[in-house]
T-cell receptor, first 116, second 113 residues
Framework: KAGVTQTPRYLIKTRGQQVTLSCSPI?????VSWYQQTPGQGLQFLFEYFSETQRNKGNFPGRFSGRQFSNSRSEMNVSTLELGDSALYLCASSPGLAGSGTDTQYFGPGTRLTVL | QQQVKQSPQSLIVQKGGIPIINCAYENTAFDYFPWYQQFPGKGPALLIA?????SEKKEGRFTISFNKSAKQFSLHIMDSQPGDSATYFC????????????FGGGTRLMVKP
C-alpha cells in the first residue's frame, strides 16, 4: 500500500503570498491531520478532518485553513504568509477516528515551506 | 503551555547501550501515548504506543514503561545500534479529542559505533 504523499515537497514563497499544500492519505484512510514542525516550537497540531468535516483545530490564527475532499485527500492553505510560517508541514492519516480501534497515525514526508 | 515535557533534549550512547527518554504530562484526560521516530528529511514513524491501563509494553528492542500515578512514561531502546540514531518524540492524545496528538519537544539520539 502506498504511504501518505504530500505535494509539493519543497516550496519557497515571499511574505504576503498565500500557499496551498496537498496531502493524499493512505488508501482507505478517512482521517487526515496536519501538523507544523519548527525547531523552536516542535510539532504542533493544526487541524484534523474526517469525512470532509473539521473535527479538531489547534491554536493557530485564521490564516491557516484546510479542507478535505470526498476522496479523503486534503489541502491546507496559509494566507498572507509571514516569515514565522517557515516550517515543515506534515500530514498524517488514520483509518478512522480515535477510539474506534484505528489509532495509528501515519505521517507523510512533509512539505518544507520557506518564506522569504 | 507545554503539556508534554520530554527529556533529555539530546543523548549520546555507545552501541549496545540502553538510552532512556522520559516524558511527563499533566492532563489526566490523556489516554493514549505513542512514541515516534524521525530521521532527517522524513516524517515521524510510529514506534510503539501504550495506554494507561498497562505499565509496560515491549516491541522488539523498544520498551515503554508507564507510571500512571506519577504521570510519566519512558522509552528504553535495548541493544542500541547506530541505525537508531534519530530524533524521538513522545506524544499524548486526549480521549474524545479525535486523533489530535500533543508532542513532547523531542530527543536527538546519537548511537556511536
Amino acid at each position: 500500500k502506498a504511504g501518505v504523499t504530500q505535494t509539493p515537497r519543497y516550496l519557497i514563497k515571499t511574505r504576503g503570498q498565500q500557499v496551498t499544500l496537498s496531502c493524499s492519505p493512505i488508501s482507505g484512510h478517512r482521517s487526515v491531520s496536519w501538523y507544523q514542525q519548527t525547531p523552536g516550537q516542535g510539532l504542533q497540531f493544526l487541524f484534523e478532518y474526517f469525512s470532509e468535516t473539521q473535527r479538531n483545530k489547534g491554536n493557530f490564527p485564521g490564516r491557516f485553513s484546510g479542507r478535505q475532499f470526498s476522496n479523503s485527500r486534503s489541502e491546507m492553505n496559509v494566507s498572507t504568509l509571514e516569515l514565522g510560517d517557515s516550517a515543515l508541514y506534515l500530514c498524517a492519516s488514520s483509518p478512522g477516528l480515535a477510539g474506534s480501534g484505528t489509532d495509528t497515525q501515519y505521517f507523510g514526508p512533509g512539505t518544507r515551506l520557506t518564506v522569504l | 503551555q507545554q503539556q508534554v515535557k520530554q527529556s533529555p533534549q539530546s543523548l549520546i550512547v555507545q552501541k549496545g547501550g540502553i538510552p532512556i527518554i522520559n516524558c511527563a504530562y499533566e492532563n489526566t484526560a490523556f489516554d493514549y501515548f505513542p512514541w515516534y521516530q524521525q530521521f532527517p528529511g522524513k516524517g515521524p514513524a510510529l514506534l510503539i504506543a501504550i495506554r494507561p491501563d498497562v505499565s509496560e509494553k515491549k516491541e522488539g528492542r523498544f520498551t515503554i514503561s508507564f507510571n500512571k500515578s506519577a504521570k510519566q512514561f519512558s522509552l528504553h531502546i535495548m541493544d542500541s545500534q547506530p541505525g537508531d540514531s534519530a530524533t524521538y518524540f513522545c506524544a499524548a492524545r486526549k480521549n474524545n479529542a479525535g486523533n489530535m496528538l500533543t508532542f513532547g519537544g523531542g530527543t536527538r539520539l546519537m548511537v556511536k559505533p
